[in-house]
C-alpha cells in the first residue's frame, strides 16, 4: 500500500451511544466537582465557626479586676433624720474637704493645721480628683507638719508620697 | 485577544465553575473534530479509539482549569491529550503482546479483518512515533485534507518547504510502518 493510502483515513461510522455515554460521564465530573467546591465552602465556613467557638470557650479569662470605691461621706443635712436626739453616741460631724482646708487656715495649732490639710488633701484627691486642690492642701500639711510626719508612710497617697519624696531630695541637696 | 481566546476564556471558565451547559455545547462543537483526529491517528481501530476518546475527554473534563486559550485552541489542548492517551496505550499494547507469545496453532490461521486490524496497528503505531512537527504536516494534508498553500499559510512557511516536510514526514512515518 502507498503511504496516501495508509494515511488517508477510512470512511467510519460515528459511535453515537459512546457520544452519549461521555457527555453524561463528564457531565457527571462537573457536578461531582461542583459538589465539592460547595462542600469545601461550607467545610470552611464550619470550620471557622467552630474555630471562632473555640476561641471564644477555651482562651484564659482574665482575673475581674475588683475596684473598692469608697463612697464620698456627705455631711447630713440639718434637720434630718440623723440630727434627731438619738440615746447613742454622737455621731462625728463629717466635714467636706473645703471646710476642712478652711478649718485647718484658722486653727493657729501647727499639728492640727498640718492634720486638717492632709485630710483634706486626702479627700480632695480620693473623692473629688482634684489634683490642684489636693497639691495645695498636701503642700500646706507639709509645710506645718512635724519632721516625723514628712517621712514616707504606707498611709499616703500616691501624691503625698511624690510630694515627700521631693521634699527629701529638696533638703538632701 | 482575538475572538477565539475570548470565547473559550468564556467557556472555560463557565465550564470550571460547573455550567453544564456551557460545557455541553463545547462537547458537541469539539466531538467530531476530536473523533476524527483520533480515528485517524488509531488507524481506524474503533474499539482503540473509543478507548482514547474516552480517556481523552475524562482528562480533559478534570484538567479544564489549566486549558490556556492564549497558548491554543480548545481542539488543539484536545488533540494534545489525545496524542499522549494514544502513547501511552501504544506502550501498554507493547508491553501486553510482549507478554503473549502466540501460539503454534494460531500461526496458520490469518483471516483478512485480522490482516486489516494489524495494519491498522502498524499505523497508529507509526504516527505514535513520529515527531509532533511531522504529526501535524500530515494531519493537516491526509485528515484536514488541506492544499500544500494552506499549510503553508497556516504554518507561516514557504509552499515548498512544506512539500520538503511532507516529503520527510512520510519517509519517517514509512520507516516507522515498516515495510509492507
Redesign the interface.
Known sequence: MTDDELLTPKPTTANESLKAELLARTEGRLRFDRRMRFVGRVGICAFCFVAGLGVAFLRPVPEPTILYVQAPPVADAPGSRSDAPTNGPVPRVVLSPAELELEAEKTPVKAESARRFREAGDLYLSYYADYKAALRCYRNFLDDADPADLRITPDDTWLLTSLKRAREQESAQ | MTDRVWRERGLRDA?A??D?AA??AW?EAE??PL??YV??RCG?L?DLA?DV??DT??T???RIRRFDPAAGSFHGWLCGIAGNVIRNHQRSRRRRSARQEPLNGELGRVDAGAIDRE?SER?AAALAQLPERYETV?RM???ERRTVAEIANECGETEKAIESLLSRA?SA??EA?GD?
Do not use: T
Open positions: 465550564v465553575a460547573g453544564d460545557w455541553r462537547y466531538y467530531a473523533e476524527a480515528l485517524w481506524s474503533r473509543d476518546l474516552q475527554w475524562l480533559a473534563v478534570r495494519r499505523i500530515l494534508k491526509y485528515l512520510r512515518f514509512r510502518y509492507d
